[in-house]
């Protein structure tokens, strides 16, 4: 079983950063597994925001974050990032961390809820206008 656990959100001016951080609790390592952030707006479905493979050679991100948010991991660190810069209002939802570790080792990069076995609370991120 692994837990993951989401810190970093919180309410932000449009054009404002955050940093959002994803660790698992206990002693789950997740070094081999593809990471990803979503989120999930009010009324609407979980979208997947950005990936990012076991090495950080491959990620991938959602065309309306291009630009403005980066996905990384630390994996010494057992952790994964995401940096959001250039807030939108638009960017308001709920933001989960999940992990796929059916496929350790995955050099691709699974883009659908389906593909991720374990996932976080959320952690709210809030972009005033």
């Known amino acids: 079983q692994v837990q993951l656990v989401e810190s970093g959100g919180g309410l932000v001016q449009a054009g404002g950063s955050l940093r959002l951080s994803c660790a698992p609790s206990?002693?789950?390592?997740?070094?081999?597994?593809?990471m990803a952030w979503f989120r999930q707006a009010p009324g609407k479905e979980r979208d997947l925001v950005a990936a990012?493979?076991?090495?950080?050679?491959?990620?991938y991100y959602a065309d309306s974050v291009k630009g403005r948010f980066t996905i990384s991991r630390d994996n010494a660190k057992n952790t994964v990032y995401l940096q959001l810069n250039s807030l939108k209002p638009e960017d308001t939802a709920v933001y989960y961390c999940?992990?796929?570790?059916?496929?350790?080792?995955?050099?691709?990069?699974?883009?659908?809820?389906?593909?991720?076995?374990?996932w976080g609370q959320g952690t709210q991120v809030t972009v005033s206008s």
């Open positions: 999940a992990a796929d570790t059916r496929t350790p080792w995955r050099t691709t990069i699974a883009r659908t809820t389906d593909e991720y076995n374990y």
């Open positions: 206990g002693r789950t390592i997740i070094s081999t597994y593809v």
């Open positions: 990012i493979n076991w090495s950080g050679g491959n990620t």
